[in-house]
């Protein structure tokens, strides 16, 4: 009766703070968790550790002479709980709890046993019972998040039963009274004299974890500790102690509907006024005052703000400088005097003249390559023999097609290649050695389709030295070590060149002539070239950096060959200004990725940019995926290329970032019809536009 009282006053008690909680919540109409007294109901689970204290025995099942004094206790603790806040910093709690509060006693007695002799028996009592009751809980937010809660609890035991023996310990030998070792034994039996209700004080903290934006879900680590006041056992010093750590869910009945996300743009619009300065001034950009226009859009799941910012900004803008190239010619005659109008003569003379053979081809450096000093030729139909210049270096430049062209007309001669190595710089290098000459009879297989059987290479071993070596320390005595020797026992394949008849120049008048370049623009240039042809020889060429002054030309017999009689020699000077492109196809499908062959090439190329200069980037993209999507695939392409150069770049310049191109094809494509047209649309042009 006791109990069922009991619980019906706790429904009482909890109807009389849950109803009215419920009630007054559906008023709350507000947007924010910080204007409303939450009321909230949830789940707690814990593990707790129940500690038994005392000196009792049960009344109903009684041992001689000793009480149980202490045991401990583990196992899963539930609650249900209603919660209110009545202000932000207090709040009631209304618990309903079960726990299991079980524990098993061992206490010692001394013993006289048979004949007098000194014994151990052990008393054991396996208490089995669980905890229904309820708390009310004030806690307080001490330190946001972290509340203290205080309280008291009110409950009774359920199915409560206990098991209980008395075992004989020592000696190892003998029984009680009735035979055996174990006496007093009760199994199972209905625990009784429970108090009711069993009342404790709790103690706890919790810390308060929102789960969502708006407190509709909160989660909360706790400890709690119940301390009892009341014995477990009417008239019997038997208190128990909880420990409880868990975490309790919460669900708030009256939180706020979630605030609407907000997303916050911003959209800047520039116009730009360009005023013309100084070609050699440096280009800068002076931003107008900025304009701001917000526009907010409300939806249903967002709120978007968006600031547009318009402005006007000053260009000082140099404009391209005008380059003008001049030149002029004088000629100088032999005692010096300056002709300003003026004609070549060339002597010449009517001869007949055998050309030697010489059957070696020389290699530059660590090279296995044929050098470009000699002609070479993709097929045999554009090999010109009466075109060869009748001199001797000109006829050694065809030296690899003339021997071709003679293996073919003599088809039983064959030819034997030793390849060399400078035993100084290259250490007699076999195996260099080798690959030069398996590159001379590679040139003869594949251009003049020689069958390889007819070219042995001589393999040798240790060291490849020639076997008649420039010892002459210098570059000049190294480079004639590095050859391939023709060798041959047919002699008429390295016999000299036919004699030929042609008209020799003799003299050239005048011997030289000056070329002013007096008009030619003075600031800007990279480098010039003067160039004079014949129809289609190229007479003769010079070179320079930076601006050209006046440039002395040597007419010798050979310049005079390359002349064509009857017909003017054209005199053209090339100036360069600083404009450098470099386009580098780098980017994978929708990538921005810089890769390590990239980041080498930018380095390489912004090493060479002059102070001041202007470096633009453009950043482009193929026509797949939409023009949005291509927009900013291009910008971030650019902004990957900016990021590379601003790191090895240490030279002041204007690094313009910001001209991408997503309604022109990149330089060199022309359409996006083919694999090729549209990797190589995926890229990004670094243009130096001007320098001082």
């Known amino acids: 009766m006791m109990d069922n009282r009991f619980l019906r006053r706790f429904i009482a008690f909890a109807c009389c703070i849950v109803i009215p909680i419920v009630a007054s919540a559906q008023w709350w109409k507000v947007t924010k968790p910080e204007d409303v007294w939450l009321f909230q109901i949830g789940l707690s689970a814990d593990l707790n550790m129940v500690m038994h204290s005392g000196d009792f025995v049960l009344p109903q099942a009684p041992t001689c002479c000793v009480g149980y004094t202490s045991a401990q206790s583990f196992g899963p603790a539930i609650s249900f709980f209603a919660r209110q806040e009545v202000t932000k910093m207090f709040r009631l709690t209304l618990r309903g709890t079960f726990a299991p509060y079980s524990g098993t006693f061992e206490t010692d007695e001394n013993i006289f046993v048979t004949n007098a002799t000194e014994g151990v028996t052990r008393h054991s009592l396996d208490a089995r019972m669980n905890w229904l009751g309820g708390e009310f809980l004030v806690d307080v937010r001490i330190v946001n998040p972290v509340r203290l809660m205080v309280g008291a609890s009110a409950g009774f035991m359920t199915q409560p039963t206990f098991t209980q023996n008395e075992t004989l310990q020592t000696p190892g030998t003998g029984t009680f009274e009735n035979g055996r070792r174990v006496r007093n034994e009760t199994v199972n039996a209905a625990m009784t004299g429970l108090t009711s209700p069993i009342l404790g004080a709790v103690i706890g903290l919790g810390f308060d974890i929102p789960l969502t934006e708006n407190h509709s879900v909160i989660l909360t680590p706790e400890v709690l500790y119940t301390i009892g006041l009341s014995n477990i056992i009417v008239g019997q010093n038997w208190k128990a102690n909880m420990l409880r750590v868990g975490a309790s869910v919460a669900m708030s009945l009256n939180a706020p509907e979630p605030p609407t996300p907000v997303e916050r743009r911003r959209e800047v619009f520039v116009d730009s006024v360009f005023v013309d300065v100084a070609p050699d001034a440096e280009r800068r950009r002076v931003e107008g005052p900025e304009r701001i226009e917000t526009d907010t859009v409300v939806a249903s799941d ?324 939409n023009a949005e999507f291509n927009k900013k695939l291009s910008q971030k392409r650019a902004d990957a290329v900016c990021a590379t150069i601003k790191t090895h770049l240490k030279k002041r310049v204007e690094l313009q970032c910001n001209e991408i191109r997503t309604d022109r094809f990149p330089p060199g494509i022309e359409a996006y019809g083919t694999p090729e047209e549209r990797f190589l649309s995926r890229t990004v042009q670094i243009e130096v536009k001007r320098s001082k």
């Open 302 to 625: 967002l709120v978007t703000i968006t600031d547009r910012a318009y402005r006007t900004d000053t260009v000082f803008s140099p404009p391209p400088p005008v380059i003008v190239a001049k030149i002029a010619a004088r000629a100088v005659e032999a005692s010096g005097a300056m002709k300003d109008v003026f004609t070549i003569n060339v002597s010449t003379q009517f001869i007949t003249e055998a050309l030697p053979i010489l059957p070696v081809v020389f290699f530059e450096a660590q090279s296995i390559s044929l050098s470009f000093r000699y002609h070479q030729i993709t097929n045999a139909k554009e090999y010109q023999p009466d075109a060869i210049a009748p001199r001797t270096i000109t006829v050694h430049r065809e030296i690899l097609n003339i021997v071709g062209e003679r293996m073919q007309l003599m088809p039983n001669t064959t030819i034997r290649l030793r390849g060399t190595a400078d035993p100084t710089t290259e250490g007699g290098d076999c195996d260099l050695a080798r690959k030069r000459a398996t590159a001379v009879k590679d040139y003869l297989t594949r251009v003049w389709g020689i069958g390889g059987e007819r070219i042995i290479v001589e393999t040798g071993t240790g060291s490849c030295a020639p076997e008649k070596i420039t010892r002459q320390q210098s570059e000049d005595g190294y480079s004639e070590n590095r050859r391939v020797e023709i060798q041959t026992t047919d002699l008429a394949l390295l016999a000299s060149v036919a004699k030929r008849r042609f008209n020799e120049a003799q003299t050239v008048d005048p011997p030289k002539i000056l070329f002013d370049p007096y008009g030619t623009s003075q600031k800007y240039l990279t480098d010039w070239t003067l160039e004079a042809t014949s129809g289609a020889n190229v007479v003769f060429s010079q070179s320079g950096k930076g601006v050209p002054g006046q440039i002395t030309q040597v007419l010798t017999p050979a310049t005079a060959d390359l002349m064509q009689d009857g017909r003017p020699v054209d005199v053209k000077l090339h100036i360069n200004a600083i404009l450098e492109r470099l386009t580098l196809t780098l980017f994978d499908v929708a990538s921005d990725e810089i890769t390590p062959i990239a980041e080498e090439q930018i380095k390489t190329f912004v090493e060479n940019v002059p102070a001041g200069s202007t470096v633009v980037v453009r950043g482009y993209a193929d026509m797949l995926g």
